[in-house]
């Protein structure tokens, strides 16, 4: 049963930091590109970064260029996104998600409130 459990989200002030976690199981995790995707109060899904399998390649929304880091532990089976200097319009529910080919999973997500 494949799953996706994303972690470490919470409310935080603007300036703040927070590290999200998403923990794989049910397949083969070192051969899955890995993504973090976000949900605003009223907007579509987005892509935020991107790891490929290895974690030698990555790739981010302009939007959080030099903010976020994303990050993967093919050992343990889980990937990260580091989130550095939070603003309010970073507010939105954060997906996980694993792509192989035709496969896609998500995560059911993780709440993230910038505020002060």
């Known amino acids: 049963q494949v799953q996706l459990v994303e972690s470490g989200g919470g409310l935080v002030q603007p300036g703040g930091s927070l590290r999200l976690s998403c923990a794989a199981s049910g397949f083969t995790f070192s051969t899955y590109g890995m993504s973090w995707h976000r949900q605003g109060p009223g907007k579509e899904r987005e892509l935020v970064a991107a790891?490929?399998?290895?974690?030698?390649?990555?790739n981010y929304a302009d939007s959080v260029k030099g903010r976020f880091t994303i990050s993967r532990d093919n050992a343990k089976n889980m990937v990260y996104l580091q989130m550095n200097s939070l603003k309010p319009e970073d507010t939105a529910v954060y997906y996980c998600k694993a792509w192989f080919r035709r496969d896609v999973y998500w995560g059911q997500g993780t709440q993230v409130t910038v505020s002060s």
């Open positions: 790891v490929s399998s290895t974690g030698g390649m990555t």
